[in-house]
Nanobody, 122 residues
Framework: VQLQASGGGLVQAGGSLRLSCAAS????????MAWFRQAPGREREWTAS????????SYANFVKGRFTVSKDNAKNTVYLQMNNLQPEDSAVYYC????????????????WGQGTLVTVSS
């Protein structure tokens, strides 16, 4: 599975961005997809997940109510809609995939996109 993340950029606090993660190489049936983020000097942290088949979603507490993860079967793509962005959301955002159940630990993910930078100015 190859993952290509895109959609990052510079936005003012309170603004929105939508990240995309296009998958190729196989269909994602029975795969779990996740978004992680990593700010400078900090560990990579799980942000949101979606189970490809049953569309179950889950979110880290710090993004609940602001971020929404979704998918497009036809495009084999996962999205992360980010609203009401704050400076503390600034990070490189990575998409990841694994066969099987959703996990919130990066160790369990086998496939990673290259990351897309999100910068939120105050």
């Amino acid at each position: 599975v190859q993952l290509q993340a895109s959609g990052g950029g510079l936005v003012q606090a309170g603004g929105s961005l939508r990240l995309s993660c296009a998958a190729s190489g196989r269909t994602l049936d029975n795969y779990a997809m996740a978004w992680f983020r990593q700010a400078p000097g900090r560990e990579r942290e799980w942000t949101a997940s979606i189970a490809w088949t049953d569309v179950t979603t889950s979110y880290a507490n710090f993004v609940k109510g602001r971020f929404t993860v979704s998918k497009d079967n036809a495009k084999n793509t996962v999205y992360l809609q980010m609203n009401n962005l704050q400076p503390e959301d600034s990070a490189v955002y990575y998409c990841a995939a694994r066969g099987g159940l959703v996990k919130s630990t990066s160790y369990f993910y086998d496939y990673w996109g290259q990351g897309t930078l999100v910068t939120v100015s105050s």
